[in-house]
């Protein structure tokens, strides 16, 4: 988790306790279930514990087990509970604690708010263990994963016949790329999985949103549901008996898919098999922009080029949203930026021996190294700091982060970008503009947010492999006036900041209806879709 304000002692040892209001709320979700063994794997200040006490299930359970690495909180656990002789308190890591036990115990329930330790906090022998739980059960372990995601398949491991796991964990098991073979894992492993997830922060002072995962064990597999509540109050009407299951696809795509419900999924499964339909990897080369190692240093000004004497060695840049004015970046785009003062060019050295630079250039560059511009790892780590690789001009940009959709725009002046945008370079014979067209549709833009991710704040991030899976209409036959008028009446209304959706309306009836013989009702329905998980993010914003 991100705290406001730092603390590394808690990045460290990844303690954010639990609020006993969402303790509460878990435990009483079990309270009228027959569970006998229960198993908290790191139990911190004990809240968990408080929370069964509250609701009077301490004396229903036979076994409780409370595993805290921290001997002082372990203590204080051990000496608030010490007259439950069915209370067991360890003071040992949970990884230690589940290789003695694995094979020996198992736990009916199995709930608690797992550590969130990067990495690079583990101890080695932490990394060890993570890496060998992980590999284990057939998922990969690499710098990425967080110490909560072992955590979880450890427990699962630890669960009776019908066992069930409630963890506090971060929201990212949604949708992020290293969380994906534990999404696989889960779906192989539990016969119901049940995300809760809240509008509102639910841990003070602490950023990062978080779901409740519950996990249930049994012979028959029901699938996967999504709750979404405001707040910790939308606990009082939850009942876990209640259906609402989607069945679960066992596969490693991202959760957030399960937004939509039944009916909306079955449409997206039916659109994947379309024929009509590709997608935008298909068409060409996908990559993320330039990664200069530091923006702020080689995107510069018209003034900062004319004092150093830089055009010569610049390209011209689209930097950010506010730099695409619609859906083409022209020569007259590039110049109106320029003029806005923004930081429309980019500085690609060449690969000449340093002596040969003009002197204005050994001064810019000077300039960098006397402020530490050099010293960042990007850029440390090239033979010659100040030169940046990887630096050729595509076809298409698409925006990385977005707020209410991605742009896609073709690059009409021999432009480039910066890690702010991906690149596009289209294949032999794929005609750009077709593709351009074939994105402004309620169909593909449902397919955008399906494949993004909500990043925080409300944006919507979308990486190269994601943005390769929106699907797009074939249009390879279009009528090239239809094209050419559809094309001028979108970027019209980009270029005057107008309601996207005044352009989705006639290219889907006039494109995706009349041209293509798709259902309106498709259409409409996508357009629900798109708008349903739009809202549901701009709401976190």
């Not at 790191?42 to 690495?69: H, M, P, R, Y």
């Not at 506090?168 to 696989?184: F, M």
């Not at 008028?485 to 309306?505: F, G, P, T, W």
């Amino acid at each position: 988790m991100r705290l406001k304000k730092d603390s590394s002692e808690q990045k460290l040892r990844g303690a954010y306790y639990t609020p006993l209001q969402l303790a509460d709320a878990m435990v009483e979700l079990f309270a009228s279930q027959n569970i006998s063994t229960v198993l908290e794997p790191s139990c911190g200040d004990g809240v968990f514990l408080d929370a069964l006490q509250n609701l009077n299930l301490l004396n229903k359970v036979d076994k409780l087990t409370a595993v805290e690495i921290e001997p002082d909180e372990a203590d204080k656990v051990r000496d608030r509970y010490s007259e439950f002789e069915q209370i067991e308190v360890c003071t040992e890591d949970f990884f230690d604690f589940y290789n003695r036990v694995l094979g020996k115990e198992q736990y009916d329930l199995i709930l608690g708010n797992p550590p969130y330790i990067r990495y690079q906090y583990l101890k080695e022998s932490q990394r060890e263990m993570q890496s060998q739980i992980l590999t284990s059960h057939g998922m990969k372990a690499n710098k990425l994963i967080n110490a909560w995601v072992a955590f979880i398949v450890a427990c699962v491991q630890l669960l009776s016949e019908k066992g069930k796991i409630a963890f506090v964990i971060p929201a990212e098991i949604l949708q992020v790329a290293y969380a994906e073979d534990l999404r696989l894992y889960l779906a192989n492993n539990l016969a119901k999985i049940t995300l809760i997830t809240f509008e509102q922060l639910v841990f003070p002072d602490i950023e990062q949103e978080v779901v409740v995962f519950i996990g249930e064990k049994d012979e028959e597999e029901k699938g996967i549901r999504i709750i979404e509540m405001n707040n910790l109050s939308g606990f009082a009407q939850l009942d876990l008996s209640q259906n609402g299951f989607q069945k679960l696809q066992h596969v490693k795509e991202k959760w957030t898919k399960y937004f939509v419900n039944a009916e909306e999924m079955s449409l997206i499964q039916e659109l994947r098999a379309d024929k009509r339909f590709a997608q935008f990897s298909e068409y060409g080369i996908i990559n993320v922009g330039i990664t200069t190692g530091n923006n702020g240093y080689f995107s510069i000004t018209e003034e900062t080029s004319e004092q150093y004497q830089l055009s010569e060695v610049t390209l011209p840049l689209i930097g950010r949203s506010s730099h695409a004015h619609g859906i083409y970046f022209t020569a007259q785009d590039w110049e109106k930026n320029k003029i806005a003062g923004k930081r429309a060019r980019l500085i690609s050295f060449p690969e000449i021996p340093y002596d040969e630079y003009p002197a204005k250039h050994k001064e810019y560059i000077s300039l960098g190294e006397a402020n530490g511009e050099h010293e960042g790892y990007k850029c440390s780590i090239r033979e010659r700091w100040y030169i940046v690789p990887s630096v050729w001009v595509p076809d298409a940009f698409f925006l990385r982060r977005n707020n209410f959709y991605p742009k896609f725009v073709l690059n009409k002046c021999d432009a480039v970008s910066t890690d702010t945008m991906h690149r596009m370079k289209f294949n032999d014979g794929v005609d750009p503009e077709n593709v351009l067209l074939a994105y402004y549709n309620s169909i593909s833009f449902a397919f955008t947010e399906i494949c993004g991710r909500s990043y925080g704040g409300g944006v919507l991030e979308i990486l190269p492999g994601e943005m390769g899976n929106i699907l797009l209409p074939k249009v390879e036959r279009i009528d090239p006036a239809l094209r050419d008028k559809l094309l001028a009446h979108i970027d019209a209304i980009v270029r005057n900041d107008e309601d996207i959706e005044l352009a989705l309306d006639v290219v889907d009836k006039e494109l995706l209806v009349d041209t293509l013989g798709i259902d309106p009702e498709i259409c409409r329905k996508c357009r629900a879709i798109w708008k349903k998980m739009q809202t549901r993010r701009l709401g976190r914003g």
